[in-house]
């Protein structure tokens, strides 16, 4: 009896799995940021991770189309046939690779994509090398599959950069996956054809390795033509590629993401999506259809707009004493040193880490950032330009106070 009203009166006990891994840093802030502007206070939103335009009209008029077609039963998991089609068209047109349908699988966004590619390739004892800074979702969903992130620092001087030798010296016979992306987030790193090539011919030499490419943000590149690791014909087997509709048509909230990788990889993925989704939302797989396969000129404009705001935002930069930051050849954040801030004070508040940065702009200059050590960079804050020229000069003014206060 007694037995029983102590079972009772235990808590519930939730998986230790949640503890393996954190909540993504860069909703936490968005989530403080609206907390404080609930409150009434004029938040200048700098830390977000998506374009602030809308979605092109006649993609728009797609998914209306769609649902008056009725495009509401169950997809096919692994995405509508056409939708893959469109996804090997693609691929052939913007970067010269070779897929067939059964090669692409369509997601719920690129991080569902990137966690089917990750879990169906990694397991417990695995090691997963990722250069650091990166986008904070691949570290977690390792962890997420037992297997252990294996973190490489990159530096500003070689524009975070992974060199080859740097690679080869962390290869074990634990290694089981390489993840990165190009344009990266957080950097805008932009890897060339050569460095890529670099890369490759050490992957050549170890056969037992999967590379995820993660070309998201693949139109938002700066310095000309993107470049895809996949194009090395001797790993091209063994590279899956991550990419998807959220930032080059301004559809984050469609959440379209598809891989394109051998056939048996990508019936794995399918296999793993049976079971946690049953496949992307059937309206927005046909309004991907028509983005993959119009013109490109709504993205060539947001692209544009995004290269006045990078150059606007270095001169801004700039004029912020103690601030250091490479020019990003690509996506649409700044990610400067900050380190010259620490042990500083206003008085109120001491600065210790990047967290410390974020949290003082976000109290004292209403400005939200992501701090770098979501990014596996304390030493750096990142700061989003997708938002408006007014805003972020806005914002911008009031970094500039909030830092000069700081003694
Ligand atoms: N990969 C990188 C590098 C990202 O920055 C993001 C989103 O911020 C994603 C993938 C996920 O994109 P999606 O919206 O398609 O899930």
Redesign the pocket.
Known sequence: MLYICVRNFLPMQLSPRLKRFNEPE?LKMAKLGRELRAKGIDVIDLSL??PDFNTPEHIKQAAKKAIDENWSHYPPVAGYPDLREAVCVKLKRDNDLDYKPENIVVST??????ANAVLATVDAGDEVIIPTPY?V?YSEIVRLGDATPKLIKTCAETKYKLSPQELERNITDKTKLFIF?SP??PTGTVYTKDELKALADVFEKHPNIFIIS?E??EYINFIGKHESIAQFSQIKDRVII?N????GYAM?GY???YIAAQADVAKACEKLQGQFTSGANAVTQRAAITALLSDLRPTKEMVDEFERRRQRVMELLKQIHGVECATPDG?FYIFPIIKSLFGKSDGEMTINNSSDVSMYLLNKAHVSTVAGNAFGDDDCIRISFANSMQNIEKGFARIREALGKLK
């Open positions: 860069t991770g998506e966004g690129a991080k569902q994509s990137l986008w979702t992306s990266c987030n993660d998201i943000y991550i998807g509709l959220s930032k984050t959440r379209l993401g996506a």
